[in-house]
């Protein structure tokens, strides 16, 4: 099955090695052209801008011109803006060229994601998107070592970016898979999702937070600290392994025991790392790069852990609006992310990046921990099982296409399954709608649904 998908996951890998390295030489070059840190974080906020617009807008421009010529206009645009940056090296043209690029990045994710979601079946549903989240983290990873392939402060790397979003045109212009139905457009009620779980809300209002912070600042940070270009590369890569290596152990913990006390220790430990790091920096160093790894592994599951958790309170039918509500306010907190970080280390110094993501995961634990005392937590047959899903620069859902909504409840209104009769009464006393816990509909590999895929990243 997945020889079908060869073709897109190829240009799925192209695109993110180029979006990769962009967006960390966007953020060294931005310290050698010295710009002050409050205007390179509103420059790398753009990205994030533009995520969420395109989220909204793309699935209209893929119904009406297809797939193949969405994904052509929007990759060549992209790869367009990349070269773009050199040509006019100027704080407002950068954050418009950001923009741009995040606009892009949503759309042509919506068009890879929503076709393998849509010729997939469910048999092979699950190792296509291990394969998928895979392929997307090595890309990003490899990005980062490429930073060392040339002088940041020339114009050859932002030529290698484009010509890697270029080239992910080539393979699924040439995919004999055929294409899916059109891609719906993101909803997001806000009332709704707190219904639903607010702990699910405030945990990914903070992950974007600390995700769009450390993404959009953590080059700059290298830079600051007087890094060498290799050594920013190692460190990020270094992130992303970890990432990669803690999503699928946390993930499986927190489908063994109550997912909230999961998700609490993970965001408590991540918080004290953030302020290790924060006390004797990142580096080279050994020490320096094992913090960084079990950082990575901790903040790049924490939008997975929510997603995972909301969707235990919603009934069948129901994940596709839940998870693109999730995604969209994860990623109007990422774009605040950061303009914050940087006024931050503006005026307490580089290490306030790592403050920042320490207090949003802190907060987060704590609320987390008084919603413990508010309501139950679904049994372990209730409970769906965890998928992850890659919080960083294609932080998505594998975008629904028209096809997957068939038989389901497409009403605006998400059902929320009650509670056993025995828990009724608590469930008055806490002021809340009578929630339950249902078994997933897109996270488990077998059953008919949506695959969740995750705004990454940027």
């Not at 030489?25 to 310290?31: A, D, F, N, S």
């Not at 290698?160 to 995919?175: D, K, R």
């Not at 457009?185 to 702990?199: G, K």
């Not at 790069?289 to 995972?308: E, M, N, R």
């Amino acid at each position: 099955m997945l020889n079908k998908f060869s073709m897109l996951l190829a240009s799925v890998f192209l695109l993110m090695l180029g979006i990769g390295l962009q967006n960390t030489l966007l953020g060294v070059r931005t310290g050698l052209e010295n710009f002050s840190e409050m205007t390179a974080g509103i420059v790398m906020s753009g990205y994030f801008v533009g995520f969420v617009l395109g989220s909204f807008t793309c699935p209209g421009l893929i119904s009406r011109v297809g797939h193949i010529r969405a994904f052509s206009a929007l990759a060549t645009l992209a790869s367009a803006a990349a070269v773009l940056h050199v040509l006019s090296v100027d704080p407002i043209a950068w954050t418009v060229l950001r923009v741009l690029t995040g606009y892009c990045i949503a759309g042509l994710y919506m068009v890879l994601e929503s076709w393998m979601n849509g010729r997939a079946d469910n048999k092979s549903r699950g190792g296509l998107l291990a394969t998928y989240f895979l392929v997307n983290l090595g890309a990003v990873a490899l990005g980062q070592q490429l930073l060392r392939a040339d002088d940041p402060a020339s114009y050859e790397l932002f030529v290698i970016a484009s010509v890697l979003v270029s080239l992910a045109i080539v393979p699924i212009s040439l995919t004999r898979s055929e294409a899916p139905a059109p891609v719906r457009s993101p909803s997001l009620s806000l009332s709704t999702l707190v219904a639903i779980s607010p702990f699910a809300l405030v945990g990914s209002v903070m992950a974007g937070i600390a995700n769009g912070a450390f993404w959009g600042m953590a080059p700059r940070y290298g830079v600051e600290l007087g890094l060498s270009n290799a050594t920013i590369a190692l460190v990020m890569t270094t992130v992303i392994i970890g990432g990669a290596a803690f999503q699928f152990p946390i993930g499986k913990l927190s489908d063994r025991f109550d997912r909230r006390l999961v998700m609490n220790a993970a965001n408590l430990v991540l918080a004290g790392i953030g302020l290790a790091i924060a006390q004797i920096g990142l580096s080279d160093n050994p020490l320096a790069l094992a913090l960084g790894a079990v950082f990575g592994g901790l903040l790049l599951t924490q939008y997975s852990l929510c997603i995972a958790h909301a969707n235990d309170y919603v009934a069948d039918g129901d994940f596709v609006q839940l998870a693109s509500g999730l995604l969209l306010t994860f990623g109007a907190a990422a774009a605040i992310g950061p303009a914050l970080a940087a006024a931050m280390m503006a005026s307490f110094g580089p290490a306030a990046l790592f403050w920042l993501i320490a207090a949003a995961s802190l907060a987060s634990a704590l609320y987390g921990a008084w919603r413990m005392t508010r309501r139950t937590s679904p049994t372990f047959e209730e409970s769906g099982d965890f998928v992850p899903v890659p919080a960083m620069l294609s932080s998505s859902v594998l975008a629904p296409s028209e096809e997957a909504f068939e038989g389901l409840d497409t009403g605006p209104e998400i059902e929320i399954l009650d509670l056993p009769s025995q828990q009724e009464e608590e469930v008055e006393e806490t002021d809340e709608a009578p929630l339950s816990a249902a078994p997933h509909l897109a996270t488990a590999p077998t059953r008919d649904a949506e695959i969740t895929g995750a705004d990454q990243h940027h």
